[in-house]
């Protein structure tokens, strides 16, 4: 069993920082990339950023030079920086993790529970 634990979510005024958390437990082989979406009402999900097991990075690019995505490989945890946020930041983020469990080859996504960012006055 694997589990990704969100964390950091909440209300934050425009301008201002957050930082989300994921960390990856259980009976997990390898990961090949981390890496973090987001669904707005109305809308469909986007990749906001991702890092691989190599450590390169992509992101949207309306969130460049204002979020960034690190990750601690010794705990399974990747972070997502948010600086400078925007009303239109405003979604349900969520973590995603393409991994291999123990005694099984293929890869396959896993995914967290989803956690709020409201950015608002």
């Known amino acids: 069993q694997v589990q990704l634990v969100e964390s950091g979510g909440g209300l934050v005024q425009p301008g201002g920082s957050q930082r989300l958390s994921c960390a990856a437990s259980?009976?997990?082989?390898?990961?090949?990339?981390m890496g973090w979406y987001r669904q707005a009402p109305g809308k469909q999900r986007e990749l906001v950023a991702g890092?691989?097991?190599?450590?390169?990075?992509n992101y949207a690019d309306s969130v460049k030079g204002r979020f960034t995505v690190l990750r601690d490989y010794a705990k399974n945890t990747v972070y997502l920086q948010m600086n400078s946020l925007k009303p239109e930041d405003t979604a349900v983020y969520y973590c995603?993790?393409?991994?291999?469990?123990?005694?099984?080859?293929?890869?396959?996504?896993?995914w967290g529970q989803g956690t709020q960012v409201t950015v608002s006055s």
């Open positions: 995603n993790a393409v991994l291999k469990i123990l005694h099984y080859t293929a890869y396959a996504d896993y």
């Open positions: 890092i691989t097991n190599g450590g390169s990075t």
């Open positions: 259980g009976s997990i082989f390898s990961i090949n990339a």
